[in-house]
């Protein structure tokens, strides 16, 4: 039995495969709901860690009377507006049950929106990475 030749000192390397099904339902799950990307792809651990956290940073961004942005009306506005919108369905079910300020009153209402903003673009990162895991560019 002959043995694969090592090149260069690097072991032979083995034919990629390519991924079957719907490549982008982790994509879009893990943005509709935090987490579920890595469920999708039995990672339990990490979708357990990255779904807590981002529900505790929603979550204390409202408890804060964070703002929710629905419009934008200048460059930072429609940036927070992205941001929010990385939350995904979190962000949909909080503005239908009115929740988010719609105007700052409080001091800690700008640290609660940023919490907000921030627990949106670590919701859309988190769904990259599964998106990333399950296309097999990373492991």
Not at 28 to 49: D, E, S, T, Y
Request: hydrophobic letters at 50%; charged letters at 10%; aromatic letters at 8%.
């Amino acid at each position: 039995m002959a043995s694969p030749q090592i090149r260069n000192g690097a072991p032979p390397q083995t034919p990629r495969q390519e991924p079957q099904g719907f490549v982008y339902l982790p994509l879009i799950a893990g943005w509709l709901v935090p987490g579920a990307g890595h469920f999708l792809l039995r990672k339990w651990g990490r979708g357990a860690l990255l779904s807590c956290s981002i529900l505790a940073m929603f979550v204390l961004g409202i408890a804060m009377q964070g703002k929710l942005y629905a419009n934008a009306h200048g460059i930072l506005d429609l940036l927070r507006l992205v941001g929010d919108l990385g939350n995904g369905l979190l962000y949909v079910v909080s503005r239908a049950l009115g929740l988010g300020a719609d105007q700052v009153q409080v001091t800690t209402a700008d640290y609660g929106s940023v919490f907000i903003v921030v627990a949106g673009l670590l919701n859309v990162i988190a769904a990259v990475d599964a998106h990333n895991l399950r296309t097999g560019r990373k492991h």
